[in-house]
């Protein structure tokens, strides 16, 4: 039987064979992954890893070399399609803790495989031709080793050869970068490959933390540049009031005042913006677990962990919060969502913070389902009855309502009444942009909704009401070059890391709150030390890393996620770091100031922070709480 081109190959080359084809693969993840694509470099960054791997399958196997090739090459491969779309859904290079939560991450399978361009599948290709040929069994791939014994020898020693050589090459891309801040740089630097195993390997990168009793206040006030006042303006100005937090999906601050063709995108959320408390440097603070840690920040004002989501490893922890807080205060408290309450550890979650109750799927029912349960609509309804339950108790009551339906990929809107709906210019329709923003202006519909609700009901006079996005909804890393077009168009200029993760803040309270825009830069673990001043609950004795928006003016914000580690906002820009700090990049928060307010005391200070955060979340004790009693109209068991 005559063998072709590539059986020939695959029988005698297969180092060879293999070698070309995880060149090729690694072309493609860095093309997805790096601005400027691949380079010649991948040839000693990549490559050497690959081949310590199968010069080590030339060592040691004589029988079935073929079989083990291939699955050296499916697991090499199924590495770097993990790490690009990974890093087309969350913006950072993936390793082996992001992919620990892999059984979350496909819940999202949905917005996950919406990312992927026809021409990733590409990088399966020689996997299944592979593996048709191996169940086809043809004989002459399994063919044993028939050269005599001395040539084997050879053989095997030119290949002890390479593993060597190869082992210095890895080494050698490793060892001078791993004290790079930035994860990308560190990645490219090392080669993806190598990144990987040194994730996997080190032990030694892990921050030193502090003694719990060396985590002050104090200190933290002090990295943070402020000096708290001893009669702060706005302290209790809402005392006793109710307290509704709204927590939207996905929305970024550039929906508000946002009109295409004249209509607005989002009038209800434009109206509240206008006769409210509206902050416009507002920025989001999470981490992979999105909006389970947006809920985490905002009640805790802490900090995420430096890997993994809150929800996972602060979740059993009795943690500092704004519902034990108000609770204080005489307050009865729940949150609501209409997904499952075990997605992302919630129910955990809820006993660390303290809340009284949580109301899930079980209570909203199946009802207008859209991704993972009902839609706004059906959230906002079914929650404000129960409000009205909580406010005929007597007591004031702090409600946390968790938005959904506006979720990536942004394709199951649900229809709206006639008139209501926004008709997408031409340009808009089948983009990602068009359908976010379409999605967005349902989410602000049911919205309206719920604050008509608060008002006929006679909540509304007696509520402070706090609504602020969770995170982005349209990741640079995530857009095409149309949606990039669409989105230069909007801002006036090329959109940018700033512009991604700004996010709006609204407070408002009848008789409380007035028509302002404040441009003080705050972020989401500001919203406790904001609330608890507005509510007039002394926070003496809380740690707590955020600050009250009403009475601080300049602001340090570390970042930790969908940004390299090290990156922060000071007063002016958006600060990511390179190697370290000399050679990073600064962004302007606002279009035409310039990009200050970044230095390298505040760079050391936003460091020091974050190991304040991870040092007293670590040593504080396991909550030990109770389970929430059985209810039939909640998630409770």
């Not at 209509?263 to 603070?285: G, K």
């Not at 959904?404 to 340009?427: C, I, K, N, S, Y």
């Not at 809380?542 to 300049?554: C, K, R, S």
Request: proline share 5%.
């Amino acid at each position: 039987m005559r063998q072709n081109v590539a059986t020939r190959l695959l029988t005698s080359r297969p180092f060879l064979f293999f070698s070309v084809i995880l060149l090729l693969k690694s072309m493609l993840t860095w093309f997805v992954i790096f601005d400027d694509g691949p380079s010649w470099a991948i040839l000693i960054t990549e490559l050497p890893f690959a081949w310590l791997i199968f010069g080590l399958i030339e060592m040691l196997a004589s029988k079935r070399k073929l079989l083990y090739y291939v699955i050296a090459d499916a697991a090499l491969t199924g590495i770097l399609f993990s790490v690009f779309m990974y890093h087309k859904y969350y913006g950072v290079i993936a390793t082996w803790h992001a992919l620990q939560q892999v059984n979350q991450v496909t819940a999202v399978s949905n917005s996950v495989f919406s990312l992927m361009d026809p021409y990733y599948t590409l990088i399966f290709l020689d996997i299944v031709v592979l593996a048709w040929m191996l169940i086809r069994g043809r004989k002459e791939l399994f063919q044993p080793e028939r050269a005599p014994g001395a040539a084997r020898s050879r053989r095997r020693m030119a290949f002890g050869a390479v593993v060597v050589a190869s082992v210095g090459l890895c080494l050698f891309n490793i060892l001078p970068n791993r004290a790079s801040m930035n994860e990308h740089t560190k990645a490219e630097d090392m080669g993806i490959l190598n990144y990987e195993a040194y994730a996997l390997l080190d032990t030694g990168s892990e921050e030193e933390l502090l003694e719990p009793e060396e985590v002050t206040q104090a200190r933290i006030d002090e990295l943070k540049g402020l000096q708290p006042s001893s009669s702060p303006a706005y302290f209790g100005a809402a005392k006793g009031k109710n307290v509704v937090v709204v927590q939207l999906e996905s929305f970024q601050n550039f929906l508000i005042g946002l009109k295409l063709d004249g209509q607005e995108a989002t009038p209800n959320l434009n109206r509240l913006a206008q006769e409210s408390f509206y902050f416009d440097r507002f920025y989001q603070m999470v981490g992979q677990g999105n909006t389970s840690d947006a809920e985490f920040v905002v009640n805790t004002s802490f900090y995420i962990p430096e890997s993994g989501a809150a929800t996972m490893d602060y979740a059993y922890k009795d943690v500092p919060s704004l519902p034990k807080l108000l609770k204080a205060q005489g307050y009865d408290s729940a949150t609501f969502h209409t997904n499952v309450v075990d997605f992302w550890n919630r129910r955990e979650l809820y006993k660390a913070v303290g809340f009284d109750q949580f109301y899930d799927k079980p209570f909203f029912g199946e009802q207008d389902s859209v991704y993972f349960g009902a839609d706004d609509e059906v959230l906002y309804a079914k929650t404000l009855d129960k409000l009205k339950e909580m406010d005929a108790s007597g007591k004031p009551f702090y409600a946390q309502l968790i938005s959904m339906t506006a979720h990536h990929p942004f394709t199951l809107t649900p229809e709206m009444p006639a008139g209501q709906e926004l008709v997408l210019p031409e340009r808009y329709e089948d983009t990602l942009v068009g359908d976010y923003i379409r999605s967005q202006h349902y989410a602000d519909y049911a919205f309206g909704r719920f604050i008509e609700g608060l008002k006929q009901s006679g909540l509304w006079e007696d509520t402070l009401l706090v609504v602020y996005g969770d995170h982005q909804g349209l990741p640079i890393f995530s857009l095409d070059r149309k949606d990039k077009e669409l989105m230069a168009e909007i801002f006036g200029h090329e959109y940018g890391y700033p512009d991604m993760i700004n996010i709006p803040l609204m407070i408002s309270s009848p008789g409380v709150t007035e028509p302002r825009r404040i441009e003080t830069l705050g972020g989401q673990v500001d919203l406790l030390p904001t609330i608890a001043n507005l509510a007039g609950a002394s926070l003496d004795g809380q740690i707590h890393f955020g600050q009250d928006l009403l009475n601080e003016t300049g602001n340090l914000i570390p970042q930790r996620y969908y940004l390299p580690s090290g990156s922060f906002l000071g007063s002016g820009s958006l600060y990511i770091p390179g190697v370290g700090y000399e050679d990073g990049t600064r962004y302007a928060l606002k279009d035409g100031q310039p990009a200050d307010g970044a230095s390298e005391d505040d760079y050391g200070r936003a460091l020091e922070l974050l190991r304040l955060s991870d040092s007293y979340m670590t040593a504080l004790p396991e909550h030990g709480g109770a389970e929430y009693p059985s209810d039939s109209d909640s998630g409770g068991e």
